[in-house]
Nanobody, 125 residues
Framework: VQLQASGGGLVQAGDSLRLSCAASGRSLSNYVVSWFRQAPGKEREFVAAIRRSQGSTYYADSVKGRFSISRDNAKATVSLQMNNLKPEDTAVYYC???????????????????WGQGTLVTVSS
């Protein structure tokens, strides 16, 4: 599945952004969908995930309480609402999806076969 991430931009600390992940020509309802991010000089890290069936969500400790992942089945997209952004949230954000990701692998980049191209989020202090 081909993924398209969008919604990044330049904001100030404390602002909000909403990222969106869409799949070309199909719904993401049968996929586990996650967001990862990669800051300059750092490894790609898990941010948030949403499962298929009951829509259980998972978050990295660094974003818990500030970020929220959700599905919009009508639009066949998965969104990441980011509130109270901090300079350390600056990174390229990638969405990833897979039909076979198991809960123990949901935070692992190796658990996903499908990746979007990334969208840059820059938070100034």
């Amino acid at each position: 599945v081909q993924l398209q991430a969008s919604g990044g931009g330049l904001v100030q600390a404390g602002d909000s952004l909403r990222l969106s992940c869409a799949a070309s020509g199909r719904s993401l309802s049968n996929y586990v969908v996650s967001w990862f991010r990669q800051a300059p000089g750092k490894e790609r890290e898990f941010v948030a995930a949403i499962r298929r069936s009951q829509g259980s969500t998972y978050y990295a400790d660094s974003v818990k309480g500030r970020f929220s992942i959700s599905r919009d089945n009508a639009k066949a997209t998965v969104s990441l609402q980011m509130n109270n952004l901090k300079p350390e949230d600056t990174a390229v954000y990638y969405c990833a999806a897979d039909m076979g990701t198991i809960p123990s692998s949901i935070r692992d980049i190796r658990g996903y076969d499908n990746w979007g191209q990334g969208t840059l989020v820059t938070v100034s202090s």
